[in-house]
């Protein structure tokens, strides 16, 4: 299996964990259901790595240290993206935020990889589709206040930032620790600071219900298995064609929500969608 396969799996456990996650969150809220997910994803990697045998993996300190400093500046994207969603509009953060692949591939070229002018093209072309499929147009008389947006689209920009380095990053600890331990050292430092975090900013974790502990164990993890496989891609192709895939992420997401939750795209979403599907083909075969 090729990197763009273990990109393509990515893309729809992040899309479809993203789907669920959002119906918890109505009711646990955001900062809760990411508290819980990263818990659930802590337990599920442990399970995994014991299973599979490989906590030998972590007798380098230096490589524990990247993989600790790269999943940290992805827990930070993240809540910079769920605090962009609570302050600004989502039609707004969500286009912003997905562009976090745009930063992974530049810092990519930047640090040596090289491909076709075809292969270009077609990144090119799947990364303005995924733009076009997260942004809501506004209709007339509709939009929110100059300040809501501001405040959104900041936080957004913030977290495609640190997203994108993020995912950039994780090449390095990954070749030396494997998917399954980097993932897991993210996840257990975010169940160790997510807490303190809150505490500082005054934020609650909520106990979810019977039904939403549910949901939350299968977006905990899907999320967790997500970045595995994006981790898994990483070792087999190049940087810019797996963050590419995994960017698909916010497709699988917007399908989801027109099979089962009725929702209806708008014409841009549905030429964002094409782009998407034509460029990663493109991506595939070339």
């Not at 809150?198 to 974790?205: H, P, S, V």
């Not at 994006?230 to 960017?247: E, H, P, Q, R």
Request: proline share 2%; net charge positive; with cysteine.
């Amino acid at each position: 299996m090729n990197g763009i396969l273990f990109g393509l799996l990515s893309a729809f456990s992040f899309g479809t964990a993203d789907f669920f996650a959002g119906r918890a969150s109505k009711k646990t809220g955001v900062f809760s259901t990411l508290f819980y997910m990263q818990f659930v994803g802590f337990i599920f990697l442990t399970s995994a790595l014991t299973w599979y045998g490989q906590w030998h993996n972590l007798n380098s300190f230096s490589h524990v240290a990247a993989a600790s400093l790269w999943m940290a500046l992805d827990l930070i994207g993240i809540l910079f993206l769920y605090q962009g969603l609570v302050s600004g509009k989502s039609s707004v953060v969500a286009p912003i935020a997905s562009s976090f692949s745009v930063f992974t591939v530049i810092l990519a070229f930047v640090f040596g990889e090289q491909l076709s002018a075809a292969k270009l093209a077609a990144i090119i072309l799947t990364l303005v589709g995924v733009v076009l499929t997260t942004w809501v147009l506004s209709e007339r008389g509709k939009s929110g206040s100059g300040q809501k947006l501001v405040s959104g689209a900041i936080w957004a920009m913030f977290a495609a930032l640190f997203l994108g380095t993020a995912f950039f990053g994780l090449r390095y600890p990954q070749a030396e620790l494997g998917g399954l331990v980097t993932v897991w050292i993210g996840r257990l430092q975010a169940t160790i600071l997510l807490p303190v975090v809150y505490a500082c900013f005054k934020k609650r974790i909520v106990f979810p219900d019977k039904k939403n502990a549910g949901l939350i164990i299968i977006v905990g993890i899907l999320d967790a298995w997500a970045l595995i496989c994006y981790n898994f891609g990483l070792g087999l192709d190049d940087t810019s064609i797996v963050i590419t895939a995994t960017s698909l992420f916010a497709v699988v997401t917007l399908l989801w929500g027109v099979f089962i939750g009725g929702e209806k795209p708008s014409w841009n979403q549905w030429v964002g969608i094409s782009c998407t599907f034509v460029g990663i083909s493109m991506i595939y075969l070339l």
